[in-house]
């Protein structure tokens, strides 16, 4: 089964085509430029972008593939979560591919997909595993039992850590997205300046907050002297308690579940201070980590073409209805 995947959940324009056999084929990825010029994403840009694009994205992956829109025996698109408008611009054109080549379609749960990516992998997960979700939008940790079975441990309160990174880095005078060049400059930090709180490490529970860390470096900022170095200090000591309370958490809910194989996934999964720390941790637990190539972080038509191909497998297709959803519950993402 050779399955084409869409995702234009918000401003990147990914496609690619997995085949069940052989495995992926080819994917290919489309950054907007818009969220720097404007300091982050316009939805109506975004798109309008998606429209331009994906057409010709579509083209150069399956000649990238080798295989013509005959040979997909099925397309796989995200639905949500995600901006209302670029979600309908992969569904429709997904959802119309699919009808005019009479092949089934499949509506796919945007974090789902990055779940699921680490399984693309040469060493890819069994199930059962634990899963922590990190990205722009989403913060959780997941219990997974198998295909479509999760149960969710704990999320953010407010914040997801992606956000908080861009925000942070926002405040400290970096341009959007910010989170990855945060990272950067908190490679030039020095320990010992600041002392950063780790929220709600101290209560129990499996629940995150990063709004109160976010204000506590505004107010650090402001009264520093916002030299260079204290610039990047801070950014070391912001990222630090990040990946703290990221760690305690997962150890937490690690010795709740009795779980040992733990996976990254979503876009903050590719900063590397959180990738150590969690090796860190996995080791001392006898345990084993996952998580998906650097490309695969982010959002990507491979982790959509892949998670459509799993569902369409067992079957699973489009209704009658045609529905994106902004909002979509993990729990609730089997289509139908």
Known sequence: MIILGIETSCDDTGVAVYDGNAGLLSHVLYSQV??????????????RDHLRKITPLIEECLKRAGISRNEIDGVAYTAGPGLIGALLVGAVYGRSLAWALEIPSLAVHHMEAHLLAPLLETHAPEFPFLALLVSGGH?????????????????????????AFDKTAKLLGLEYPGGPKL??????????????????????????????????????????????QTRADIALEFQSAVVDTLRIKCHR???????????????????????????????????ELFFPRIEFCTDNGAMVAFCGYLHLAQGERDGSEFIVRPRWELTSSQSG
């Open 253 to 287: 809910a690690m010795e709740q579940t009795g779980l040992r194989r733990l996976v990254i996934a979503g876009g903050v999964g590719a900063n590397l201070a959180l990738r150590s720390a969690l090796h860190h941790l996995v080791k001392d637990l006898e345990g």
């Open 183 to 228: 990272a950067r400059l908190a490679e030039q930090g020095h320990h010992g300046k600041f002392k950063f709180p780790r929220p709600m490490v101290n209560r129990p529970g499996l629940d995150f907050s990063f709004s109160g860390l976010k204000t506590h470096t505004l107010t650090t900022w402001q009264r520093s002297d916002q030299s260079d």
């Open 139 to 163: 913060t959780m940790l997941v219990e997974v039992s198998g295909l479509g079975q999760y149960q969710i441990l704990g999320e953010t309160l407010d914040d997801a850590v992606g956000e």
């Open 34 to 47: 818009e969220p720097a010029l404007y300091g982050g994403v316009v939805p109506e840009l975004a798109s």
